[in-house]
DNA sequence: CGTCCACGGGAATTGATGGACT
DNA sequence: AGTCCATCAATTCCCGTGGACG
């Protein structure tokens, strides 16, 4: 029953955006410039996850790109690419393409953009709150004819760091705020997502509203269930998802996107895990002290204060419950911890 | 008030790597 | 080929601030 796996991916880019018309429009006005060879407006999205931030995004550089031949564009995920070396070399690879030295210094990539940037481009910073040094958004300033779409969960004052005088002159011309999908959005982007992907009469509009209901606004959960549910049935031998497994399909979902993020953990990261889940509800002395003993190569408490535990947090594993300035480390609750799915 | 704890700025160190110079 | 220097990422070390609490 599963014709095309591809139309399930995270990255999957339908060929029309559902429900989200009036935040096409800002982003491809705030690109509009470009049509006539000018540096685009800088924008910049904010909502919560599974909205459409980054597919709307996306979607508006692919129709500048029909418009105009071959617009520089680069996607940079600050959330793994958030030094401004990475992020620059980042740029500079889907920029520019072809060659570039296995490493290179700051100044070396900025030169080599702006040497092979021609006519004006554009760069979507996806997790742009996630990044360490906001230098680099200065170093795209400098660059000419580049602009970039920032997309974040809440709205963020990216330049608290950077020299007034500067910041001053970069602006940020269009602030677009995603809000949650409603059940009728979400079942319609199901459905389409279904029709494209799956044999004919593999949903009904029952099975599609029940999902649309679970998966509370999040449209990359609701997509998440219906491929669970489509592999669980056609594991059965059926043609079409049963409403009974439905439930099932959206808690197992649930679950493969856990696995899928405790598998990217680092050894430190796992040893936080590790220890959590043992002993929950510790405050961040005793979590690394039990870390400490437990992970045969440490680093420094201040470094995990600085990197690991905001990850974790950040992976949405771990939960602090901040009680009258002591902090309790948690791990977040599943909802079938008894079992979990091979995975995919 | 003194203590405990969390937070985070900032300097310093280490190790890899690549380029320039010899 | 060998040496030296610069850059960068990762990590550590040091420390001041500030809230909570007894």
Known sequence: ????????????????????????????????????????????????????????????????????????????????????????????????????????????????????????????????????????????????????????????????????????????????????????TIAEILDRRAREGLGPGAVNEDVVSQIARLSEGDARRAIAALRVGARMASREGLSAIPSRLVEDAVTDAKCEVRQKTISKLNTHQHALYEVLAEEDGLIQKELYARYEEVHDDPVTLRYLRENHLPKLEHYNLVDIERHRGTKRYHLVDVDHPEQHPEHV
């Open 1 to 184: 029953m599963i014709r095309d796996g591809t139309v399930f991916d995270d990255d999957h880019l339908p060929t029309s955006i559902v429900g989200r018309n009036s935040h096409m429009n800002e982003v491809t006005d705030a690109l509009a410039p470009i049509q006539d060879g000018f540096r685009a407006e800088n924008c910049f999205l904010f909502g919560p996850s599974g909205v459409g931030k980054t597919t709307v995004a996306r979607a508006a550089v692919r129709e500048l790109r029909q418009e105009v031949l071959d617009v520089p564009h680069a996607y940079v995920n600050c959330w793994q690419d958030y030094t401004r070396n990475a992020v620059l070399e980042q740029i500079a690879r889907d920029l520019v393409g072809a060659a570039l030295p296995r490493t290179a210094s700051t100044g070396r990539l900025v030169d080599l953009i702006t040497d092979n940037l021609h006519g004006p481009g554009v760069v979507i910073l996806d997790e742009v709150d996630q990044l360490r040094e906001t230098k680099v958004l200065y170093d795209l300033h400098e660059i000419r004819g580049l602009s970039w779409i920032g997309i974040a969960n809440r709205e963020v004052d990216l330049f608290a760091d950077l020299d007034d005088r500067i910041t001053s002159r970069i602006s940020v011309g269009y602030r677009v705020h995603f809000d949650s999908y409603g059940e009728d």
